[in-house]
C-alpha cells in the first residue's frame, strides 16, 4: 500500500518540472512543495499539504501500480464509481487538474487539493484512510481555506472496520448505515448526512459492536445522547466524527463520561446542545485558555451544525 508513498518521498531530492499543468506537479513532493510556496502555504503548512496530497494519490491507485503516473491518476478518476454530488467533485477537480502551473489561484490549488482529498475519502483502494474538517481538526491550514484533513487511523479495531469491513463502494455506504441502524434498533436512515460524513458514520455505528470496550462504551453513549424517543436522528449532531480522529483510552473514557452526563442533564428539558456546553463551561471555570477553546468549538460548529 505505501509503495507510492516510498516512491514519492524519494523523488524529492529529483528535479522537477517548472512549467506545465497542476497534474504535472502533484507526483514529486519537492515540485507540490514549490507550487504551495507561490500561493504563501510553507513550513509546516506546506509539509502537511503535501503529505495530504501523497496519501490521497496512493488511495486513489487502485490498481497499486507501484509506478503511479498523472495518465493513470486521470483514468482512476474516471473509472470511480461516482453519485451525483462525487461527480461534480471529480469533474471540477479533473478540470483543475488541467490548468497551467503559472496560470493557477491559490483558489483553485486549494480546490483541487481539498476535491483529491473528498474522492479519496468516498473511494479508496485500501487502508484505514479518513477525512475530517479541516477547522474542527484544529488544523491551521483552514486559514488557507483548507475544508478538509485526510488521516490514517492507527487504532486496530478502526483499520479493521474501515479495511475489511465497509463497503469499498462509496454508493453502498448509505444502505450499509441503513442497515446497521436497523440492527441496533435505532430507526432508519431518513436524516441523511453529508456524504463526506457518511464514512465517519459508518465507521461509529459498526464500533458499537465492533470495537473496544473504550470505543463501545462512547460509541453507544454518542448513540443514546443521538436518540429522541428511541430514534437516532444524526442531522443535529456531529459526535460520531468523533472517531474520525486516533483518540487515547483516557480520552474516550473522559468523552464517555461527559455524554453519559449530558444526556442525563437533558432529560429536564434542556436542549441536548444547550446541556453539552453547559457541562463544558462548568469544566471550563474561570480558565480563561479553555473559555477561548469554547468559543471556538461553538463558533465552528464542529459538533452542532
Known sequence: MFKFLMVLALSTNMAYATSGQLIDFLFNGRAVEGILKKSGIIGEDSKRVTSYVAKS????????KSNFTKADLMAALKKLPADRDSAVVRDEVTKLLNVPEDKLSKEQLVKAVDGLIYLANKYPRAGSFIVSCVGCAGDPLALHGFKYTISELSNTRSQKVLESMLPKDANDLPRYI?????????GNYT????????????????LIKEGDKNQKDLASAIMEFSKTNGKADFSGNKLYTVFSSDMSPEAMQGWTEMLVQVSKDAKGGTSKRD???????????????????????????????
Open 191 to 206: 436524516s441523511r448526512v453529508a456524504p463526506e460524513d457518511e464514512k465517519s458514520l459508518a465507521l461509529f455505528l459498526t
Open 178 to 186: 441503513g442497515n446497521k441502524l436497523k440492527d441496533l434498533k435505532a
Open 275 to 305: 446541556a453539552f456546553y453547559s457541562y463544558l463551561e462548568k469544566k471550563a471555570g474561570s480558565n480563561k485558555a479553555l473559555q477561548g477553546q469554547l468559543e471556538k468549538l461553538k463558533a465552528k460548529k464542529c459538533f452542532f451544525p
Open 57 to 64: 494519490l496512493d488511495a486513489l491507485n487502485v490498481d497499486n
